[in-house]
């Protein structure tokens, strides 16, 4: 195969490159210093989310690491606890910052298939009122999850448990608007039950760079003061900012097709023998090796052109983003063939 063809990155949503028309718009940005509240473009970018995912105020970040560690922080005093997915990306990915950085402890547990933190789970989880314990005071969800979306009727069931229970509740929504374009909702109705959610421009949606957090007026006073002390504070971050504007603008529904893409592809791998459907939900197909091996796996891929990650197991990701078109996903399913051959 020609090597003079486009490579077709399937690693992660999140090597998506800013189009010509969101450089155009970075480059018009008005900026000020947002240290100092002053930068309009970065005002705007969080009092459009405030107001479209029904919260009172937003806080621009440089990543979704960062948005949730602050959301951790703001919710949580040295000595708390919050309850998490043992494969959800706040527990395992994110350095285990809330321990790191604000004595937080996790109390992982297992989650069901579709990602959700089972209610009865959660309720076994939460510590009395004793010295013994850390004190249990958030629930901490992923949506989606490995590309799954939870269940809306889960999410009034978790809510109903963290009010009986004095629980707040937090949603990490790094791919909230894949949720949203798969249930055919508008993302506020999945978020409504939280009493905050941070969300990612830099995935699916296209932007470079940055997180928004979400909340309450005062949780968001909290949240920016970590910000600065984890130095997060940004100065003229219009520039980018004005990338987030036009990717919700621009991209959010064109979700939409990195979902049928990834459909498609999944739907392709029927009869195939060395590699093996395992899961699609929304953009990102599961698959796994069962012949030639990983390693082996990601050498023929790459010699076609296509960028995989492989980890220690044989189950490999591979997720569609706006930079994979048609004919990407075609010489994908080609490349995947010729693997079975
Ligand atoms: C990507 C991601 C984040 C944040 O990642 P950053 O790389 O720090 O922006 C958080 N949660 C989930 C589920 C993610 O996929």
């Not at 937003?58 to 951790?72: D, E, I, K, Y």
């Amino acid at each position: 195969m020609s090597t003079s063809l486009p490579v077709i990155d399937l690693r992660s949503d999140t090597v998506t490159r800013p189009t010509p028309a969101m450089r155009e718009a970075m480059a018009r940005a008005e900026v000020g210093d947002d240290v100092y509240g002053e930068d309009p473009t970065v005002n705007a970018l969080q009092a459009r989310l405030a107001v479209e995912l029904g919260f009172e105020a937003g806080l621009f970040v440089p990543s979704g690491t960062q948005s949730n560690l602050l959301a951790l922080l703001a919710h949580c005093e040295r000595g708390d606890e919050y309850i998490v997915g043992m494969d959800a990306h706040t527990y395992r990915y994110e350095g285990g910052g809330a321990a790191v950085l604000g004595s937080i402890q996790p109390q992982p547990l297992v989650q069901a298939a579709d990602g959700s933190l089972p209610v009865d789970a959660v309720e076994q989880a939460i510590k009395p009122d004793d010295p013994h314990f850390a004190r249990t005071r958030l629930l901490c969800l992923e949506n989606t999850w490995h590309g799954r979306v939870l269940p809306m009727d889960y999410l009034a069931a978790a809510r109903a448990l963290c009010d009986r229970r004095g629980l707040s509740l937090h949603l990490d929504g790094a791919r909230l608007f894949n949720a949203a374009v798969a249930l055919g909702l508008p993302p506020r109705a999945i978020v409504r039950h939280f009493d905050s959610v941070s969300v990612c421009l830099s995935k699916g949606l296209g932007a470079p760079v940055g997180s928004v957090l979400l909340g309450s007026q005062a949780l968001i006073a909290q949240a920016r003061r970590w910000r600065k002390v984890a130095g997060g504070g940004m100065r003229q971050a219009g520039i980018l900012a004005a990338a987030g504007l036009h990717a919700l603008d621009h991209h959010a529904a064109a979700l939409a097709d990195d979902h049928a893409r990834a459909a498609r592809l999944a739907a392709a791998l029927e009869g195939m023998s060395a590699v093996r459907l395992a899961a699609q939900h929304t953009n990102m197909v599961f698959i796994d090796v069962v012949a030639g091996g990983t390693d082996g796996f990601r050498a023929h891929m790459e010699a076609a052109g296509v960028r995989v990650s492989v980890g220690y197991t044989p189950r490999v990701r591979l997720v569609l983003h706006r930079d994979v078109d048609d004919v990407g996903v075609e010489r994908t399913i080609e490349a995947l063939r010729s693997f079975s051959e």
